[in-house]
C-alpha cells in the first residue's frame, strides 16, 4: 500500500485525486491532508479518508476545524507550518502537491529533502524554483512525477526512450473559450464568458490562465524544467479537441503522443501507480467517434500571455516570477471585477518591464520578487 499525502485536497486535481483513491483503497491511504479554507469540504474527506493529520491555511478555520473533528484521532494544524507538517508526514512515500500558486514552494522543497516523491500539479513551483527544485530532487534521489495532463503525456512519451535524442517537444493546447477571436472581441469579456471552459474542468484560476492561454506559458516554463530542454526545442500546438494531450517529436522525425479523453484522472493515477497502470474509472476513448483531430498556430498577438511566458524564460531568473505573480494578482483583480480580460497581459508586461532580473535567485529572493511584484501592482491598478 502507497501512503499519500495531499496538498490541496478540496480543489480540483484534489478531491479527483480522491476519487482515484476512492476507487482504489486497496492500493491506498490518504496520511495526511491539507486545504486553504474551504473546512466543509475537508470534514468530509478527513471523515471518508481518516487522515493522521489535516492542515488549514486560514488560522481561524483551523481551529473551527479542530473543534468539529474532536471526535477524530486527527491532528489539526495551521498556516505554513500545516503545510510543511503535511508534506513531510512520516509515513507518506508520496506527496501531491495540488496548491495553487507559489505557496507550493516551500512545502515541496521541504518534502523532496524529507525524501518523498513528488507528484506535481503545482506548477508554480518548477515556473518560479525550477533551478532550485530540480537539483535538489536529483541530489535527493526523488522523482518528480508531473500531474498536469500535458506534462503527463510528454512523459509517458519519454518512456523507453533517450532524452539526448529528444528534437521538440509538441505541448498541445486547447485554445480555450476564446480561440479565433481578435483583441476587438475580447474587449467585452466578461467573468463568466471566461471560464466556460470548452473542455475541462478546472478552477476558476486555472480557467482564466487558459483563457488568456498565460496557463500554455506557464506550461512552457515548467516543460522547460521537467524535461531539461531550451525554449526553441518546446512548442506550442493549439489542438481544441483536446485528444492529443501533447507530442514528443525525436530526431529521426517519429512522433509519439498520448492521446485519451479529457479526464485529469488519468495523469494522476499515472503519477500514483508510476510506473504501472491500472483500469480508469470512467469514459475511454472511442476514436469511432472522432470526426477529425485540428492543429494550429498559437495567435500571439490576441494571446499576449503567451509571448510573455517566452519572453520570461528567455530572460530567465527571477523573471518568471514576475510573470507568475503578477499574473496571480491580475487574474484575481479580473475575477473580482476590477479590470477587463484584457488587462490581465497589460499587468504582466508593465511588471516585467519594471524588474531588473536576479540571475539565480534563491528562495528568499524569489519570494521578494513575489512580494515586490504585488506591491507595484497594487500601487498602479
Given amino acids: 500500500m502507497k501512503n499519500i499525502a495531499l496538498l490541496g485536497s478540496t480543489g480540483s486535481i484534489g478531491t479527483q485525486t480522491l476519487d482515484v483513491v476512492r476507487h482504489y483503497k486497496e492500493e491506498f491511504r490518504v496520511t495526511a491532508m491539507a486545504a486553504g479554507t474551504n473546512i466543509d469540504k475537508l470534514e468530509e474527506q478527513i471523515r471518508e479518508f481518516r487522515p493522521l493529520l489535516a492542515a488549514v491555511y486560514s488560522e481561524e478555520k483551523a481551529l473551527e476545524l479542530r473543534q468539529r473533528v474532536k471526535d477524530l484521532n486527527i491532528k489539526v494544524l495551521a498556516g505554513m507550518d500545516g503545510l510543511m507538517a503535511v508534506a513531510t508526514e512520516v509515513s507518506a512515500d508520496i506527496v501531491l502537491t495540488a496548491v495553487v500558486g507559489m505557496i507550493g514552494i516551500?512545502?515541496?522543497?521541504?518534502?523532496?529533502?524529507a525524501g518523498k516523491d513528488i507528484a506535481l500539479a503545482n506548477k508554480e513551483t518548477l515556473v518560479t524554483a525550477g533551478h532550485l527544485i530540480m537539483p535538489l530532487a536529483a541530489a535527493k534521489g526523488v522523482k518528480i512525477l508531473p500531474v498536469d495532463s500535458e506534462h503527463s503525456a510528454i512523459f509517458q512519451?519519454?518512456?523507453g526512450e533517450k532524452r539526448s535524442q529528444v528534437h521538440k517537444i509538441l505541448l498541445t493546447a486547447s485554445g480555450g473559450p476564446f480561440r479565433g477571436r481578435n483583441l476587438e472581441e475580447l474587449k467585452s469579456v466578461q467573468v463568466e464568458d471566461a471560464l466556460k471552459h470548452p473542455n475541462w474542468v478546472m478552477g476558476r484560476k486555472i480557467t482564466i490562465d487558459s483563457a488568456t492561454m498565460v496557463n500554455k506559458g506557464l506550461e512552457?516554463?515548467?516543460?522547460?524544467?521537467l524535461f531539461d530542454v531550451d525554449l526553441d526545442k518546446i512548442q506550442v500546438v493549439v489542438h481544441p479537441e483536446s485528444v492529443i494531450h501533447s507530442m514528443v517529436e525525436y530526431e529521426d522525425s517519429a512522433v509519439i503522443g498520448q492521446l485519451g479523453t479529457p479526464d485529469m484522472r488519468l495523469p494522476i493515477q499515472y503519477a500514483l501507480f508510476y510506473p504501472d497502470r491500472k483500469p480508469l474509472h470512467g469514459e475511454w476513448l472511442d476514436l469511432f467517434k472522432l470526426n477529425t483531430l485540428h492543429f494550429e498556430a498559437p495567435d500571439l498577438e490576441v494571446f499576449k500571455g503567451l509571448n510573455l511566458a517566452y519572453e520570461a524564460l528567455k530572460t530567465g531568473g527571477s523573471m518568471p516570477t514576475v510573470f507568475n505573480a503578477a499574473n496571480e494578482r491580475a487574474v484575481a483583480k479580473f475575477l473580482d471585477r476590477k479590470i477587463g480580460f484584457l488587462d490581465i497581459a497589460e499587468i504582466i508586461g508593465e511588471a516585467m518591464k519594471k524588474h531588473t532580473a536576479i540571475?539565480?535567485?534563491?528562495?528568499?529572493?524569489?519570494?521578494?520578487?513575489?512580494?515586490a511584484t504585488y506591491e507595484f501592482i497594487e500601487s498602479r491598478w
Fill in 106 to 113: 516551500r512545502p515541496t522543497i521541504a518534502a523532496i529533502e
Fill in 359 to 371: 540571475e539565480s535567485p534563491n528562495l528568499e529572493e524569489i519570494l521578494d520578487v513575489e512580494e
Fill in 220 to 225: 512552457v516554463i515548467e516543460a522547460r524544467w
Fill in 157 to 159: 512519451s519519454m518512456q
